[in-house]
């Protein structure tokens, strides 16, 4: 019934902006992890950026100042505002979540929930 459901990516020039969505079905987005991850073709799966239920937010240093995360729970959704985007931002983008673990990135590999991806394209 769980479902995660990213949207929002594209094809953009470097220094554009881009708004992912993670639409959840059949879960309350809350509790402390609820996260984006990225992964490109032959790299390991890197932590972009996660918030918690009291609206702390963690960003990996090289999208600090142009990423935002951000929720709302009244539309159940999770968002990734990313700002002046770089070639090197290309990736499939997952959104992620798990109504147990106290932290999503201390926990990577016991996250239960994971959205589809979507593929985010940075030209030069």
């Known amino acids: 019934q769980v479902q995660l459901v990213e949207s929002g990516g594209g094809s953009v020039q470097a220094g554009g902006s881009l708004k992912l969505s993670c639409a959840a079905s059949?879960?309350?987005?809350?509790?402390?992890?609820m996260a984006w991850f990225r992964q490109t073709p032959g790299k390991e799966r890197e932590g972009v950026a996660s918030?918690?239920?009291?609206?702390?937010?963690i960003y990996t240093d090289s999208v600090k100042g142009r990423f935002t995360i951000s929720q709302d729970n009244a539309k159940n959704t999770l968002y990734l505002q990313m700002t002046t985007l770089k070639p090197e931002d290309t990736a499939m983008y997952y959104c992620?979540?798990?109504?147990?673990?106290?932290?999503?990135?201390?926990?990577?590999?016991?996250?239960?929930?994971w959205g589809q991806g979507t593929q985010v394209t940075v030209s030069s």
């Open positions: 059949g879960y309350t987005l809350r509790g402390n992890c």
């Open positions: 918030i918690d239920s009291d609206g702390i937010t």
């Open positions: 992620a979540a798990d109504p147990w673990l106290p932290h999503c990135m201390d926990y990577t590999e016991r996250i239960g929930y």
